[in-house]
């Protein structure tokens, strides 16, 4: 293989220490550590890049910031138009962009091979959850980049779905590339399970549930199947909160369960694994997502999962989850009750779901990735 020089869409690594700045960081980090013989430029805007300390170490991996003043002060400018033109000065081969745009003169340069990746149509499928703007400015975006784009990466099958049926995109266009789980999301020993409780001062059994809680995530589901499972049962929430939450506290209240609820906000990376070890079962109800990586997380660790249908939870999931309709609380509660006092089924569960995820990995993604590049420059080349 030739050697290649790849540059990233780095705004998101940069900036964002969740959702699409993890994407992202795992996307650079996992491409230069199997692919060692290609060069990497990680194009940002600006910011602190202490996220990236230990990959820009590698000696293929470089920070590439505006290289014009008016850049440097109106990093939007740049990343949407004035990029393109230090794109072509370095001598870039693959452009992608790793959270859902692309300049919007991407063309400009006929040798360079883009790709982005798109992680969802949220805003389509939810828009009482984004402002009537933010919609519009979405939609001119992701469609711009999808249609220009040499490929796509989808994350999930779901979000592949939705840019042929919403976009017209020729599914041929269209390569799933499944995010991996970091390596850390592994069974946590008994020290680890029993120092994680103390230290957040959890009960011995209870039902974890990870992300922003807000309306679309539906974490009120769990909240109102509680209630109906024993009392020494209870709810961690690990996430940010929103006002959606005032829902859940105030049926925490009007039921007797405020006793039952934990909410842990700014809750380190790292504790993460242990959180999910020490739990007897994992919640994501989410009505829509684009992949849902806390499931694979979930599972990761050896923690069945009871999840929601009608979006890609499914393939996160695969076998070692359970699946209810986001709308019917007795469901969930079922499912839930089912895995808290049945020993052997949560076993079954852990045991598939531990085998199902050993496919999300880092090696697998990155090569999925390579290949996609590939493709799209072997497109340009012969146009």
Not at 310 to 332: I, K, N, R
Not at 335 to 348: K, N, Y
Request: proline share 5%.
């Amino acid at each position: 293989m030739e050697k290649l020089q790849i540059a990233f869409d780095g705004k998101r690594a940069v900036r964002n220490s969740t959702g699409l700045g993890n994407y992202s960081r795992y996307a650079i980090e996992a491409l230069s550590a199997t692919y060692p013989g290609h060069d990497y430029a990680v194009m940002s805007p600006g910011g602190s890049a202490s996220r990236l300390t230990s990959v820009l170490e590698r000696p293929n991996v470089s920070l590439v910031e505006p290289s014009k003043a008016i850049d440097r002060r109106f990093g939007a400018l740049w990343r949407t138009f004035d990029i393109t033109g230090q794109l072509a000065d370095i001598g870039v081969d693959i452009y992608h962009g790793l959270s859902n745009e692309l300049p919007l003169n991407i063309r400009r340069i006929p040798s360079l091979a883009s790709v982005v990746t798109i992680h969802d149509l949220i805003w389509r499928r939810c828009p009482k959850d984004y402002k009537a703007m933010d919609r519009a400015i979405y939609d001119y975006k992701y469609r711009h980049s999808a249609i220009n784009a040499t490929r796509i990466i989808a994350i999930s099958r779901c979000t592949r779905d939705d840019l042929v049926n919403d976009y017209g995109i020729d599914p041929a266009k269209i390569d799933i590339v499944y995010q991996g789980v970091d390596a850390t999301f592994v069974p946590a020993g008994e020290y680890d399970r029993i120092d994680i409780r103390r230290r957040y001062n959890l009960p011995e059994r209870y039902i974890i549930g990870v992300g922003t809680i807000q309306a679309r995530k539906n974490q009120l589901l769990t909240m109102q199947a509680l209630a109906a499972l024993d009392s020494d049962i209870h709810l961690v929430l690990v996430g940010r909160r929103t006002p959606y939450t005032r829902n859940i506290d105030r049926y925490a209240a009007a039921h007797g369960l405020q006793g039952r609820l934990h909410i842990l906000e700014g809750i380190p990376f790292a504790d993460l694994p242990a959180l999910y070890s020490a739990a007897i079962c994992a919640a994501y109800p989410s009505r829509y997502e684009g992949f849902g990586l806390p499931v694979v997380e979930a599972l990761s660790c050896g923690t069945p999962v009871v999840a929601a249908t009608g979006s890609c939870l499914e393939e996160a999931g695969g076998p070692g989850a359970m699946y209810v309709d986001p709308e019917d609380p007795e469901a969930m509660a079922d499912a839930l009750a089912r895995i808290c006092g049945d020993s052997r089924w949560r076993q079954s569960l852990a045991d598939s779901g531990l085998r199902y995820v050993r496919r999300f990995n880092a090696e697998t993604f990155a090569r999925q990735t390579m290949d996609s590049y590939l493709k799209a420059l072997d497109a340009v080349r012969h146009l």
